[in-house]
């Protein structure tokens, strides 16, 4: 994770606390990190949220905005042979993407959770345990390798970078799925932290999760990350962050908040929809290509 005095990974200086004692900005550039601990439960022992909850909160949305991405990238990601091009899902989770891709492209995932990664195996996606890059062939190339709100999670995002690059066939992409740092509920929650009300953001970094959020991004950050690996920023859009169909549950994912409590923030953000979904975007994919 970052720490105090580490070098910003998108700018290389140095970093300072931030809002919260565990929040970290750069002084130099836009970036944002924390040293928030990741530690996942990789053999499904402990179950810190509750995934029955997570997964009906995030279902719906999801599969709508994979669909959505898997169209884009079905027209942008193609072999000159015509083949179906190999895609890589780091951190794939229950398999949505997976699933929503198998039109396009030949599927692997990659999940170090035993749980959630045994659900995606039993719908008969390809699925490895482990962590990315440990678990692939040194060899192993791909023609899109896709983080699906994963790399914000990832503490070394360096080496994630450099390993895409390893791994990324002639003329690949690599997609970074992820929230934004410059979206319209991040800045509210800024906002209220400042003033003294940091529960919203804290939950923005799930902070207390087994797999918190250690980086913050946006267009700058991406680039200068991507570019210290040889990759350039090719494309970027947005996909919706909020759904009312599922909110309840996933804002009950986390144990410590009340079904009252979670129902009166579900209706007050359901009321809000229209309006934040004209403000900037709380989710942006970042397309990345050889520079």
Known sequence: MLQVGEQCPSCRRMLRAGIQPWHRVCDGCTYEGSVLAVDIDVNGHVEVVDETMREEGLEHLRQQNFQTLTSDLGARVVRADG???RLLDVGCAHGWFL???????????IEPDARIASIAVAKGLNVRRGFFPDVLDEGETFDLIIFNDVLEHIPDIDSAMRACA????????VVVNAPSRTGVLYRIS??????GMPA???????????????????DASVAAIAGNTGLRVSHIRKLPSMSSRGLYARIRTDRSVSPAKAAAIAGVLTVAGPVLSIMPADIKVWMLQAA
């Open 200 to 218: 919203t953001f804290d939950r923005m970094w799930q902070k207390g999760f087994p797999s918190p959020h250690v980086h913050y991004l946006d």
């Open 99 to 109: 699933e929503a891709g198998r039109e396009y492209f030949d599927g692997l995932g």
């Open 166 to 173: 390893r791994h990324l066939a002639p003329g690949g992409w």
């Open 83 to 85: 083949s179906r091009p």
């Open 190 to 195: 800024r906002i209220m932290a400042k003033l």
